[in-house]
């Protein structure tokens, strides 16, 4: 199992940006695909943006343009770049491998809130 632990969130403005981290144990965090995911208040969980080992990126519609994904194989990290923030971003956010999403394993997660 990798575990993962995620920083960087918070209370912000809207149209102001934040930038998630996601600090992963193991080695084999470099095979595995990654997403951030998020569950708003009375939603259900989403896939928000997901990398692949090799670095191709995928992006849900909402958030498209405005958020980037990225990861550094060196050092296990995986980042959420979120640009011009919207309040109906509002959720709590967790980085996850995609076998452990699958799996139904998740971690604390990250809470992001965007105010109007």
């Known amino acids: 199992q990798v575990q993962l632990v995620e920083s960087g969130g918070g209370l912000v403005q809207a149209g102001r940006s934040l930038r998630l981290s996601c600090a992963a144990s193991?080695?084999?965090?470099?095979?595995?695909?990654m997403g951030w995911y998020r569950q708003g208040p009375g939603k259900q969980r989403e896939l928000v943006a997901r990398?692949?080992?090799?670095?191709?990126?995928n992006y849900a519609d909402s958030v498209q343009g405005r958020f980037t994904i990225s990861r550094d194989n060196a050092k296990n990290t995986v980042s959420l770049q979120m640009n011009s923030l919207k309040p109906e971003d509002t959720a709590v956010y967790y980085c996850?491998?995609?076998?452990?999403?699958?799996?139904?394993?998740w971690g604390q997660g990250i809470q992001v809130t965007v105010s109007s």
């Open positions: 996850n491998t995609e076998r452990q999403a699958v799996a139904g394993i």
């Open positions: 193991g080695s084999i965090f470099r095979v595995n695909a």
């Open positions: 990398i692949t080992s090799g670095g191709t990126t």
